[in-house]
């Protein structure tokens, strides 16, 4: 038996902006614009939790790209001069990111438009999925290097674990941002 269920949409209610008499006679000068709506989740474009994710990534992303970048002996593996590539995508990703979000608290501006979180989410995807595969890369070629081969004492191995290891908290804090700006893409 198909029976179709009645659903609800909710219509804001925007503030006006004529500074006039409301009801009733009294002065009505609600121009301030609701701050946080119900499907602003923290950790969303826009929100304080979408800039501190965007803050750690970026943060993350440039510790690994200096770390790896000061050692003498990267460009020589392929695997490593993959993970400066895509740190430094992340970083100039998150960074950007994170100068939106800023601005979007500032003006008090709701960024849930479909195509910002398409932009967004297509976006995180490409950074998170790119710096996922250098962090293995690297990770599998400092493996290599420590103990297969034994020879860290002729290689940076302590820089190459600690730039890897910041490739892998920057993904890990990118994973949240696609998964919550594609999460409401599919819930529209």
């Known amino acids: 038996m198909n029976v179709s269920h009645a659903s609800v949409h909710p219509v804001e209610d925007l503030p006006t902006t004529d500074g006039g008499v409301g009801i009733g006679g009294g002065n009505n000068n609600n121009n301030e614009v609701p701050r946080v709506r119900m499907k602003d989740i923290q950790g969303m474009p826009g929100t304080a939790g979408g800039l501190a994710l965007r803050i750690c990534q970026f943060v ?13 002996d990267f460009p020589s593996v392929t695997a490593f001069c993959y993970l400066v590539a895509a740190t430094g995508l992340q970083s100039v990703w998150s960074i950007s990111q994170a100068i939106i979000d800023i601005y979007a608290l500032l003006v008090r501006r709701s960024l849930q438009n479909y195509r910002v979180v398409s932009l967004f ?3 995180d995807g490409i950074t998170s999925t790119l710096t996922f595969a250098a962090a293995c890369a690297s990770a599998g070629i400092t493996v ?7 020879s ?9 674990e600690t730039a890897t290891a910041m490739a892998f908290i920057s993904w890990f ?3 949240p941002s696609f998964l919550l700006n594609f999460w409401s893409l599919a819930s529209r």
């Open 60 to 72: 993350s992303a440039v510790m690994g790209l200096c770390i790896m970048a000061t050692t003498s």
């Open 121 to 123: 989410a297509i976006g």
């Open 144 to 150: 290599l290097i420590d103990n297969d081969l034994n």
């Open 152 to 160: 860290c004492a002729h290689n940076h191995c302590l820089q190459f």
């Open 173 to 175: 804090t990118t994973l």
